[in-house]
């Protein structure tokens, strides 16, 4: 009869690496970034034909553009359509890529235009050297989609609502942090409920922490 070893480690499962996503249009296909996009092992690239813009990561469209070629959809108003068409999307944002001193044509018509976009627009514009700088700047992107943003406590600032005031309490306790807090808020609706609420109905929220959270409330 074989015999287990206890004593032998065993393999810890590793959890899957989840790769930022970064979707781009097929007529950038020649474009070096996509070079520089598929040798990084943290990104998921996704080649497919794209309507509107260039990249798409997120909820967010993405139009780059070289310094030349801005110019030159400056000049037809071809640009114009365009951000008006990156406006069905959530988030926009415009690239624009090289060095404006290359390009022979009116420094100050060219700032204007830009400011246009940025105010009339609301789009934001990263400025970028080259094909690498930019390729630099989706990957960080890309990346940041990943990362679910943390909830503010409230123990940052005074609360001003009785609603901000009944979680500033509860955050008061032992492993209740501002999410935790609002999740028996919203089950219990108030302080007295939430006290007073049975042992079984905490753990449905509170798990493991029930017993540390009644142990304060009845001593």
């Known amino acids: 009869m074989p015999f287990h070893n206890i004593f032998k480690k065993s393999k810890i499962e590793e959890k899957p690496h989840i790769r930022s996503k970064i979707i781009a249009?097929?007529?950038?296909?020649?474009?070096?970034?996509?070079?520089?996009?598929?040798?990084?092992?943290?990104?998921?690239l996704i080649i497919r034909p794209l309507k509107?813009?260039?990249?798409?990561?997120?909820?967010?469209?993405?139009e780059r553009k070289t310094i030349q070629d801005f110019v030159s959809s400056m000049i037809s108003r071809r640009i114009?359509?365009?951000?008006?068409?990156?406006?069905?999307?959530?988030?926009?944002?415009?690239?624009?890529?090289?060095?404006?001193?290359?390009?022979?044509?009116?420094?100050?018509?060219?700032?204007?235009f830009i400011l246009s976009i940025i105010t009339n627009y609301q789009i934001p514009i990263i400025f970028t050297?080259?094909?690498?700088?930019?390729?630099?700047?989706?990957?960080?992107?890309?990346?940041?989609?990943?990362?679910?943003?943390?909830?503010?406590?409230?123990?940052?600032?005074?609360?001003?609502t009785i609603s901000e005031q009944k979680q500033y309490i509860l955050e008061a306790f032992p492993g209740i942090g501002p999410a935790t807090a609002k999740k028996l808020l919203k089950e219990f609706k108030t302080l007295s409920n939430t006290i007073n609420a049975k042992e079984?109905?905490?753990?449905?929220?509170?798990?493991?922490?029930t017993k540390d959270f009644k142990r304060i409330l009845e001593n």
Do not use: C, W
Request: zero cysteines; charged letters at 35%; hydrophobic letters at 35%.
């Open 25 to 44: 249009d097929i007529h950038e296909k020649d474009s070096m970034i996509l070079a520089e996009l598929s040798e990084n092992k943290e990104i998921e």
């Open 52 to 62: 509107i813009g260039d990249y798409l990561i997120g909820n967010t469209i993405i």
């Open 80 to 112: 114009i359509e365009q951000l008006k068409q990156m406006r069905q999307y959530k988030n926009q944002l415009l690239i624009l890529e090289g060095d404006l001193n290359d390009v022979d044509f009116n420094q100050n018509a060219i700032r204007g």
């Open 129 to 160: 050297q080259d094909y690498e700088d930019t390729s630099k700047y989706l990957i960080t992107f890309a990346k940041q989609q990943l990362k679910k943003p943390a909830e503010i406590s409230l123990h940052s600032r005074i609360p001003k």
């Open 200 to 209: 079984e109905d905490l753990e449905k929220i509170l798990k493991n922490r």
